[in-house]
Structures are given as C-alpha cells and as structure tokens.
C-alpha cells in the first residue's frame, strides 16, 4: 500500500526532529529515559526515588559508577522541552519524606531533566544528561491503533468485550449498542450515548476487583484537555472488520471520529515522545493483578504483549523507512516488591518475566536488550519472622496507611503490624494455569483470596546529621545499572 499523504508528512516531521536531536548529541551526550507503566503502576514514587537517590548519593551497592565513587555530582537543570510540564519533583519529596504520605496521581505527560558529572573509567571527566519522560502506558497501547481501522478495532474491542468478566461489565453499553443500526443516518445524540457507555465499561474494567489492563482507547480513560471533544467522542459498532461505511451514516461519523483520535492524540505522541526515546522502563503493578485474580493476571499479559509490540511499530511498518526507533534496552519492572517477603522476590521477578516471555521472543528480533526486576522504588516496610502455632511465617512489618482494613478491622495510619501476604509458588507456572491457578477478590471474598496486599505508608527516616535522610528501596540500583550504567563507563 503506497503512503498517505499524511503518513509522508509525518517521515519528514520525524526525520527533522532526528536530526535536531542528533546535533545535540554530539555536544551533549544524552539519554532519553521514558518511564511508563499503566495508572498506579508506581511511576510517580520511581522517578522520584531515582533522583533523589543519584542527588543525594542514596545507598546503590549495584549501580556501579555511584558505588565506586566515580559519579562527582547530581543536579536538576532546566528541561529542553518547553510544551511539557516538569516533573514536581520536589514536592513528591517533600511528601514522601515529611508527610509520609505518597505523592498524589498524575495522569500526564512530564519531564525532567538531570546532569550527572562523572568520570570515565579511563579517568577523563564527563558528563551525561539524563531527561527522564514519565507518560502513561494507556497512551502505549493506543500506537498499535495506527495500523488499525476503526472496523478492525471495532470488532476486536467488541470481541474483548463479550468474553467473561468483561461482558458483564458490558451490559449496559452492549443493550444501548443493539439498538444502533450503523449504515443508519449519523446521529450526535446517539454517539455521544455510546461514546459514554463504552467509556463507563472501560473505567469498570480497572475498577481494584478487576484492574483489567487492556483498554484502548487510553485517552477515555485520561481525556485531559481533550474531555468532549469529538476525538474522544466514538465508541465501537458491531460492523464487520473488512467492510467500509456508507456515506453519512453513522458508522461514517465514527469512522471519521476514530481518525481524529488518531491524528490529534496518538501520532502527536508517537511523534514527540515515544519516537525519541532511548531507553524505556515499564513499571507494572503485578500484585494488584495477583490481588485481583487469575483474569487479571491474563490480562495483564496481554497488555505487556501490547506494549512490547509498540516497540516494533515503526520497525516494520512506514516509519522505519526514515526514521528508526531508537530504544535499545527494555526494562520490565514489578513494582512495589516491598509487600512481599524477600523470599518471594525473585519469585516476583519469575512471574513477570513468564508473563512477558513470548512478547519478548518476538521483540528480541529488533535488537534491543530486554531484561526483568522486581523492585521497590521506596521501601515502606521491614521483615519479621512471626510465630503461628508451630509455624513460622516469613512476615513484613509496616503501618497500613489509614482506612486500609483487614479481617474486618480498620487502621488509623499509625499503628505498625506484621502482616503474612501469601507467598508466591516457585514455579511461575503455576500462576498461568486457568482460572483455578489462584484465588482473587474478582471472584472470593477477601478472606479467601491467596493474595492481600495492604497499603502501607511510606517508612519513617531516620535523621542523622544534617544532610536529608536516603530512601531505602529494593533493587532500584540494579535497574539502574541496567538502564543507564553502559553509558558512564
Ligand atoms: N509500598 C510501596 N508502594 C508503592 C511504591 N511505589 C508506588 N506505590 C504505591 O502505588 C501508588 C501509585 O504510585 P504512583 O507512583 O503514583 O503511580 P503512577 O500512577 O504510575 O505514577 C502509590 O500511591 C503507592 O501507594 C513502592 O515502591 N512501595
Ligand atoms: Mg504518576
């Protein structure tokens, strides 16, 4: 198929922007770090924790150029670009460590950027810039919609949505869609209907009992400055997948309407963001998945799928031609490891990478390197071995933050208590095995479920001297060896 008027447009926009970024980097060697990873996969605290930890010299045994002295000097500077709000860093600090209260969610794009001095092995000084992009990962499933139709979509989003739980969730908007006839006269009134409880099945999907993962359009979902706007105004119709609209129906309308969704929200992004990036960490919040139950957790794996493939587009399709994405290494990362006893981490860590293997299989082929860690960007909790009967279980101490409860008791956020939250099997296949593999909130009560993972509050520091407190985390220093350490050698 021969390029598109709009799809040549773009070459030249990329292939522009290459080059501008290329200049750069001869006189300023940089790397572009994208952190992502879906709505409360933990971006905010990561990127937050890593600065705070290469400013302020926090304990990495692991990340080699800090351990051994060879990093003089962490600072924050200006950011390049001027479109995009900067990361509130220092007020996440300041939340974290004197409020002890996690930092609030954000639902946009935002960047820093941080100027490491270090000193080459060879022992000449050098210095690396790191911009740090922290974007949603809804807006990273939404690039594999470029190679789609809308009837494609449609029908692919209409299949998703009659399997189990999903389709229970569906109802309402399956009851509306039967009453649409798509080669019918195009209707504001009633797209506007769909469009809004296709919307409410999509947010019922990440609702904590389901915390499905795949749910493309993710602007719904975040609509930011885009809230009613035709672009996010459309909503799938039963119309099969290799068929076109006739003109002026409704079908037409949202035919029209998913376009623009595609030229407003997802090739601005693929254009100015994703494209530019080098290196890439996705954060995934694995235990919500467990919390929530087996569907979950299949979800979840189709997501990373998702995702992973985004790091192909441009590969194989138009894009490659002029323009060659430039990420060269991958990491996947479980977050928020501290739920679990250390006895499970490198458990976590299996599960994930079991989760991401086939996708993996498939990205290796585009020569990136691609690894697996759990971790936790802070640490809010200690371990304790707690007698029960004979038994000792391998527990974790930490305050639950105020309102959590559990067996029917609720904390006040300043009470501390040992807590067992299951424990991961040894073989991660286990967890892959159908809906009976483990039990989850989606389908038991809260006592019965394997996993129950309590929000604690972020950990008390201890103050000694006058220099300001590290955060303590969990193989945070290791995915930064991974993602950063090549490059100050
Ligand atoms: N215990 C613990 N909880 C975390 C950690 N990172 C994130 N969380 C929890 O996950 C929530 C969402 O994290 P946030 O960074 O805001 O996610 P984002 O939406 O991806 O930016 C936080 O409010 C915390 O409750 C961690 O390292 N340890
Ligand atoms: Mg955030």
Redo the contacts with the bound molecule.
Sequence with gaps: MAPSFSEIIEEARLSARALIDYGEQLFNPTVRLGVT?L????????ITALVHGLTRGGRFPVFEALATGRIARAHLEPQPDDAVPRFAYESHVRTLIEERR??D??VDISELRLVVDYQRHNGADRTLTLDIVDYPGEWLLDLPLLGKSYEQWASESLKLSRDEPRAHLATEWHAHLATLKAEAREDEQATLTAAKLFTNYLRACRDERFAMSLLPPGRFLLPGNLAGSPALTFAPLDVPADSRAPEGSLWAMMVRRYEAYKDVVVRPFFRDHFARLDRQIV?VDALAAFNSGPDALRDLEAALAGILDCFRVGRGSFLSSLFRPRIDRILFAA??A??LHHASHDRLEAVLRRAVSDAVARAEQTGAQIDVVAL??????REATVAKGRDKLPSILGTPAAGETANGKAFDGATEVATFPGDLPADPEAMFNGADSFQGLASAAGDRSDFRFL??RPPQLEHNGDGEPVLPHIRLDRALQFLIGDRLQ
């Design positions: 990873g709505s409360r996969a933990g971006k905010t605290v990561f996690w930092p969610s954000t954060l977050t928020k501290d739920h936790a960007a802070v640490r809010a909790t929000r604690f």
